[in-house]
């Protein structure tokens, strides 16, 4: 189900990273990429949020303070992976991270819809499995 998501974000956004940030089509696919790692790295951490936190932020809630936490993070990940190894000068990196996290973590909520079982079954599938451990893991235990 994630690649599907992935699949979906590199439908809507290629197009709007070529034409409103002049990437190549090179730059582009790997700046939705970096995004999508950039959730999994971020949220496949769980360090200092709970699964109330992460399921806030895949809502159509109202993010609240955990949660904004987290989409910053997963924003300061992702310029750090667009500078590093997309290629994206600083400038750019920023304009593209700021457009890219709304958009993953609208398309996880689109597909989440706040219900846990759909967090984790996303979180079980789809090669994230890493994710899953780190994360549900902490859940799970007693």
């Known amino acids: ?46 360090d200092g949020f709970g699964m109330d936190d992460v399921m806030n932020l895949f809502s159509q809630q109202k993010n609240n303070a955990a949660a904004d936490g987290i989409m910053s993070n997963i924003g300061s990940v992702l310029q ?17 991270s700021a457009m890219l996290v709304p958009m993953v973590t609208e398309l996880i909520s689109k597909h989440v819809g706040g219900d846990a079982k759909n967090l984790q079954s996303l979180l079980g599938g789809g090669g994230i499995a890493g994710m899953a451990k780190g994360m549900l893991g902490k859940l799970f235990k007693g």
């Open 80 to 96: 750090s992976k667009l500078v590093n190894s997309v290629g994206l000068d600083a400038g750019k990196a920023s304009g593209v």
């Open 1 to 46: 189900m994630f690649d599907q998501i992935l699949s979906n974000l590199q439908k809507s956004a290629v197009p709007q990273l070529i034409s409103q940030f002049g990437l190549d089509e090179k730059q582009a696919g790997g700046s939705v990429t970096a995004a999508a790692d950039s959730v999994k790295q971020v949220v496949g951490g769980g």
